[in-house]
């Protein structure tokens, strides 16, 4: 079996890519399934801390490019599931150490190893996210539902379509309920209105996501954490499962009942 | 605040706000287009046009469509009023 490559992008820095990319490998490999992640953002390297697995780096992604070790050298298993890996990026390099046609060939040794790879993107249009993207069979744009982080998704994902990839599909992050009923956010619908790509999921603002961070433990392993179900549902429509959207309604007090009322 | 309460305190939908300056942001982004280039696109094509065909230069409105992720340039011209009572 060879592995299927996904890309986590999003145009904007800051909008959830490495916690989407972590906490969707992670409920892929709670599924059963083998999976590598691939930190891309060289210099700014970051999936490591998130997966908690910093202290267990001994080669990078530019050391398997420049063949100083072995692709799996460079493998970090995960604590938790023995099918997970994380290739960590150089922190001490930049981009440029690294080429789009560079990607491509790992991909290709890396569908070998696994069911999925799952490639953290950096931010920007550079460089960095050609490098991200040129191995990808599937690309993931994650975005808030504000106004500069969807004007970036659309700049994003305008360069994918030049790339002739398959449309990207988008992950509307830190969605915040009760905002949007009040009127003061963008709701999921006008953000897919305006970008005109399809949705994969919606994940709701969540405090589980900062404390899952601080302790390097991915919030899909929290139960009952409101994101992490968001981000378990991504991953069960990546296996093909058609699973619903959370109910992010936002629960009703007296007052915005009886407000209803006079709309 | 709840909705009823911005009715009457009039404050403006912040949202909606968002998505209307979103809508015209994607336009000038994907096309490179700006307002500017916009009225001088106007301009050139009312004197084309003039050139063989009377129309009402003040009704003619230029636009952009998008439809999905295509955008389409779209010009509504009128022809100038033909006064049939006057012929012969």
Not at chain 1, 137 to 154: F, H
Not at chain 1, 166 to 195: C, F, S, W, Y
Not at chain 1, 234 to 258: A, C, H, Q, W, Y
Not at chain 2, 72 to 85: C, E, F, G, N, W
Request: a negative charge; aromatic letters at 4%.
């Amino acid at each position: 079996m060879t592995a299927k490559i996904i890309t986590v992008t999003s145009g904007k820095g800051g909008v959830g890519k490495t916690t989407a990319t972590a906490n969707i490998a992670v409920a892929l490999a709670q599924m059963g399934q083998r999976v590598v992640c691939l930190d891309a953002d060289i210099g700014l390297r970051n999936l490591d801390v998130v997966l908690g697995l910093e202290n267990r780096i001994v080669y990078d992604l530019v050391d398997v490019v420049e063949g100083r070790c072995r692709l799996k050298q460079a493998m970090i298993r995960d604590k938790r599931f023995d099918e997970l890996h994380l290739i960590p990026a150089a922190q001490t390099r930049d981009k440029n150490a690294v080429s789009p046609s560079d990607m491509m060939k790992l991909g290709d040794e890396l569908r070998e190893e696994a069911d999925w790879v799952i490639i953290d993107s950096p931010a920007g249009i550079e460089r960095g996210f050609r490098n991200a993207i040129a191995p990808a069979d599937e690309i993931l744009v994650v975005t808030n539902p504000d106004v500069s982080a969807v004007r970036d998704a659309d700049r994003i994902i305008g360069l994918i379509e030049a790339e002739q990839k398959e449309p990207a599909k988008l992950i509307i992050n830190r969605m915040h309920p009760e905002m949007v009923q009040r009127g003061d956010m963008l709701d999921a619908e006008d953000v897919l209105e305006l970008l005109a790509i399809k949705l994969i999921g919606i994940v709701p603002e969540d405090e589980h996501v900062i404390v899952s961070t601080n302790v390097g433990k991915p919030v899909v392993l929290e139960e009952k954490s409101m994101a992490g179900q968001a981000f378990r549902n991504i991953s069960r429509r990546l296996m093909g499962d058609e699973v619903p959207l959370l109910n992010l309604e936002f629960k009703d007090d007296f007052l915005t009942k009886l407000s209803r009322i006079f709309k | 605040m709840s909705d009823w309460l911005k009715k009457f305190t009039n404050q403006p939908n912040s949202a909606n706000e968002a998505k209307e300056r979103l809508k015209l942001v994607l336009i000038h982004d994907r096309t490179d287009i700006n307002p500017e280039v916009m009225e001088k696109l106007k301009d050139d094509l009312l004197k084309t046009i003039s050139h063989h065909i009377a129309i009402e230069p003040e009704s003619v409105t230029i636009s952009m469509l998008h439809e999905g992720r295509e955008q389409r340039l779209v010009a509504d011209i009128p022809l100038k009023h033909y006064d049939r009572s006057k012929v012969g």
